[in-house]
């Protein structure tokens, strides 16, 4: 169960990576080795390892996640996942919003916003993905993407729902391309971030996780995490090394 009021948290995305067994194997060595860490911890294996997973990390305090979930509740939506369905099988957050699927599936800040709401609807924690291209920021861009993408979720939600959510600033520039914000970057877009959240839900913005990803590393996740405003990260190739992923999870504090 993720704990109190800005906690650290380090959520490890697998993508569309590994068998079977390296799920289930890789599960177990972060269960085997979490216990004491100063954060909290989601995973977010492949659809199909998801029951797997789940298993492995029975009895621990490591959280699951889905990479993503449909837009609809349930019906003729071949290939699609319901937020329910995650539910369902152990799930208690989702990713929503990746820069990949906005890319890849065509989903607009319209299609996101109704995956919440859909996700909210099944008890999911969604973290919701925002994030610029790389002319996006070389033209000075970043503000008002990045504002765009956060308010379109926030001021469809009810008041009472912002609460639920967790933000995650991922510039696509720096997603599996070895490039990342500086310490400085990510916190300036996390602070604005922040201010977003306040201007729907004010008693909120102080207490909400707001996590950064985007090429993080053990050699750089204490530095990000240490800004005021970075309250963790979302880690995608490192994550599939256990010891890497670990020694990011120990580098929050």
């Not at 799930?91 to 599936?105: I, Y």
């Not at 913005?205 to 970075?230: C, F, H, Q, T, W």
Request: net charge negative.
């Amino acid at each position: 169960m993720i704990q109190g009021s800005r906690r650290p948290l380090v959520v490890g995305n697998w993508k569309m990576h590994g068998t079977l067994a390296e799920a289930r194997d890789r599960a177990l060595r972060l269960k085997a080795s979490a216990g004491g860490l100063a954060c909290d911890v989601v995973l977010a294996p492949p659809a199909v390892h998801l029951s797997a997973v789940v298993e492995a990390l029975d009895g621990s305090a490591i959280a699951v996640a889905g990479q993503d979930a449909s837009a609809f509740e349930k019906g003729a939506h071949t290939g699609e996942i319901s937020a329910a369905m995650l539910a369902d099988l152990g799930c208690t957050h989702v990713l929503l919003g990746h820069s990949e699927c906005r890319a890849a599936h065509g989903d607009t800040d319209a299609v996101v916003v109704q995956k919440v709401k859909m996700a909210l609807a099944a008890g999911l924690v969604p973290v919701v993905c925002v994030g610029e291209t790389l002319q996006e920021r070389e033209t000075g861009c970043t503000a008002a993407v990045v504002r765009r993408q956060a308010q379109a979720v926030l001021t469809a939600l009810d008041v009472a729902d912002v609460p639920r959510l967790l933000l995650a600033y991922e510039p696509v520039w720096a997603i599996g391309t070895g490039r990342q914000a500086t310490p400085a970057q990510a916190q300036e877009v996390h602070a604005l971030l922040r201010e977003c959240v306040a201007a729907v839900a004010a008693a909120v913005s102080a207490s909400m996780r707001i996590l950064y990803g985007g090429s993080v590393k053990a050699g750089n996740a204490a530095e990000l995490m240490g800004m005021p405003d970075v309250d963790g990260v979302l880690v995608g190739g490192a994550s599939l090394d256990a010891s890497e992923f670990l020694a990011i999870c120990a580098a929050a504090r």
